[in-house]
């Protein structure tokens, strides 16, 4: 299993656990001893269970640099489907 695929399945185990204590660290309406407590549990959960710790990869190549979010490919990749025709409704400008 690759480390960004790691990283992913963290993220999915940990969301829940880390989305209820980020909202009670800054719920002002709390008390400071109760928001401290909430920060010192999120800062003991793995690091790779935040999601700004994923990045987008080309599903063919796995480059990380310049992704298309649409259709998962990098701009390489991209640029070889649309010229052989293998995404639907996507072609090479000619004019």
């Known amino acids: 299993m690759n480390r960004d695929a790691r ?3 963290k993220v999915r185990a940990y969301e829940v ?10 719920n002002m309406a709390l008390p400071t001893a109760v928001r ?14 935040s999601v700004t710790r994923v990045v987008n ?4 190549s796995h480059r990380p640099k310049a992704v298309y979010k649409r259709f998962k490919l990098s701009r390489i990749a991209f640029r070889e489907c649309a010229s052989r025709g293998m995404l639907p409704g996507v072609y090479k ?3």
């Open 7 to 9: 990283r992913r399945q």
């Open 36 to 49: 401290h407590e909430m920060f010192q549990k999120l800062a003991h959960l793995p690091r790779n269970s």
């Open 57 to 60: 990869r080309c599903i063919q």
């Open 17 to 26: 656990q880390r989305t209820l204590y980020k909202s009670l660290a800054y």
């Open 93 to 95: 400008a000619s004019w």
